[in-house]
């Protein structure tokens, strides 16, 4: 059985809404969704979920204490990790929980698309699960032009494990990606920990969920496939937020008369969804997009704002 998965507490309630209200739009109100709880933040999301019969919340606590378990060895190995994050204020293991989506590896698809709870569908997505059964993992994004955002590229060891060729094409944003149940063995990840016990020093401990999903897919040479290198370039769009130029038509954001597949939200706080949403005056683009999706079952509560000049689009 195919599925989309996200990770979610109640911290981004305003924007889980968004996501599976997008998701019901272009797949079905019985498209089956499986959320993973960041942390034990979830009540709101049980209590909204019960009006959702297809979306269930993942309590199967023994796969999430190994996936808590397999994220703290591998910082464990990392000669600089807990430095760093001191440094930015993060006491412990930084952002824990993010990797908490790799539950789906375990969870109950067969194959899966992950989409961060800061994203919006906007598109069918049909050809990549399709897609799966040549590939071990579709992404589409630009990530491979940013790789300090996924390896430490100032590392003398990175040449060594990854040749520049790889990291080109192969690094991707953790945002977005499809993969497969029964991907990583218990044997594979660790052998994983035993490679990064020599070279954990190439992981980027600033986004730990991403750097580790990009090394458990490169390491072991898993497939990667990425829409963004394999399309043409008259039928690639990009993704996030930061581009302003999309064009907005009954809901849907085009470039070039090309439809998105997915919006990421990225970079935006999660306390501005949570302002925005009791009324607070905030502009950031697409942000009456947004709304939209946030409030389609419920119209008559979305707050009265002032037309916000960064997400006026074309229509």
């Not at 739009?25 to 009006?51: H, M, S, T, W």
């Not at 969870?107 to 897609?131: C, H, P, Q, W």
């Not at 016990?197 to 580790?212: C, F, N, V």
């Not at 009456?288 to 704002?305: A, G, K």
């Amino acid at each position: 059985m195919d599925g989309i998965v996200t990770l979610a507490n109640d911290v981004i309630y305003d924007q889980l809404i968004a996501l599976l209200n997008s998701i019901e739009i272009q797949l079905g109100a019985d498209f089956p969704v499986c959320i993973y709880p960041y942390d034990e933040r979830v009540e709101r999301i049980k209590n909204y979920i019960a009006q959702r019969p297809n979306v269930i919340l993942f309590e199967e606590q023994q796969i999430i204490d190994k996936w808590d378990n397999f994220a703290k060895r591998v910082w464990d190995t990392h000669p600089t990790a807990r430095k760093k994050w001191a440094k930015s204020g993060s006491q412990g293991y930084h952002r824990f929980g993010t990797h908490r989506r790799y539950c789906a590896f375990e969870g109950l698809f067969e194959r899966f698309l992950y989409m961060d709870g800061d994203t919006l569908l906007m598109g069918d997505v049909a050809s990549i699960f399709s897609k799966l059964k040549e590939h071990d993992c579709i992404v589409y994004d630009f990530q491979y032009k940013y790789p300090s955002h996924v390896y430490e590229v100032n590392s003398s060891k990175l040449k060594k494990v990854f040749s520049p060729e790889r990291i080109k094409k192969e690094i991707f944003c953790s945002g977005f990606y499809a993969s497969k149940r029964g991907l990583f063995s218990a044997e594979e990840k660790e052998w994983l920990i035993e490679q990064l016990r020599k070279e954990a020093e190439i992981l980027y401990p600033m986004a730990p969920d991403q750097t580790i999903i990009d090394y458990m897919m490169m390491r072991p040479n898993h497939s990667i496939y990425n829409l963004a290198l394999q399309l043409p370039s008259s039928e690639k769009t990009g993704c996030c937020v930061t581009s302003t130029h999309f064009q907005e038509k009954d809901h849907i954001l085009y470039y070039k008369d090309v439809r998105l597949t997915y919006l990421h939200y990225i970079g935006i706080p999660s306390s501005f969804f949570q302002r925005l949403c009791q009324g607070e005056e905030l502009e950031f683009p697409y942000r009456d997009l947004f709304l939209y999706y946030r409030y389609r079952e419920e119209p008559e509560n979305q707050p009265i704002l002032k037309e916000a000049s960064l997400t006026k689009q074309s229509s």
